[in-house]
């Protein structure tokens, strides 16, 4: 089956210092999708790629969508402590039905 | 609130019980979907429905599972003679797609089982 690996598992950053997850596929996906989930909360939606290459920006967040769709990232700048969390891809392939949720990367932001 | 609602919030039973969950989705999602999240994992998918139909269920359920949404509103989850490993988050989640295109998915907070 779809399998959804996620690096690193932990982060522990300054605040202020850049923070990047990566997300890996064991197949290739049709879309995927990130959420956060902040300590004794539910994911919440981030964002969602779809197209082969995509790059979207929410204000510090950047997100990237492998060219074989296969890989995406996460990447912070200037982290605050608002961004502690675990962050987590999820994709699906062959359809948009089921989601595959990767093993998350955890971040503590140290003030 | 117009947010995903799952009830109850706790459910401490003994091993052997079955236990019932409900989540009520956002009222225009037509997807619905169940979860199950254990510690420092993410979630793990159970099944869907499209409307009242269940179109899909984990390989991974057990025969002891079982969800319903009767009338393509809210939905059920039910567990019998439930197990110590059965002990998780239960999320339960909507979204609302069109034409294909699965747009975010909306979780609600969640039920926390305990199996004694």
């Known amino acids: 089956g779809q399998q959804v690996m996620q690096i690193p598992q932990y982060q522990h950053v300054q605040e202020g210092e850049d923070f990047t997850t990566y997300c890996n596929s064991s197949?290739?996906?049709?879309?995927i999708q990130w959420y956060k989930q902040r300590p004794g909360g539910h994911p919440v939606f981030l964002i969602q790629?779809?197209?082969?290459?995509e790059v979207k920006k929410q204000k510090r967040l950047t997100f990237q969508f492998g060219e074989a769709k296969k890989n995406s990232s996460l990447h912070i700048t200037a982290t605050q402590t608002t961004d502690v969390g675990t962050y987590f891809c999820?994709?699906?392939?062959?359809?948009?039905?089921?989601?595959?949720f990767g093993t998350g990367t955890k971040l503590q932001v140290i003030p | 609130d117009t947010g995903v609602s799952q009830n109850p919030r706790h459910k401490i039973t003994k091993r052997g019980q079955n236990v019932t969950f409900r989540c009520d989705p956002i009222?225009?999602?037509?997807?619905l979907y169940w979860y199950r999240q254990t510690l420092g994992q993410g979630p793990e998918f159970l099944t869907y429905?499209?409307?009242?139909?269940?179109?899909?269920k984990s390989r991974l359920l057990s025969d002891r599972f079982s969800a319903e949404r009767p009338k393509g509103s809210f939905s059920t989850l039910e567990i019998q003679r439930t197990e110590q490993g059965d002990s998780a988050m239960y999320l339960c989640?909507?979204?609302?797609?069109?034409?294909?295109?699965?747009?975010?998915?909306?979780f609600g907070p969640g039920t926390r089982l305990t199996v004694l």
């Open positions: 989640a909507s979204s609302l797609t069109s034409g294909g295109f699965r747009n975010e998915q909306f």
């Open positions: 197949t290739t996906l049709s879309n």
């Open positions: 790629l779809v197209k082969s290459g």
């Open positions: 999820a994709g699906s392939s062959g359809g948009y039905q089921k989601v595959t």
């Open positions: 009222s225009e999602h037509n997807r």
């Open positions: 429905f499209q409307n009242e139909a269940q179109l899909e």
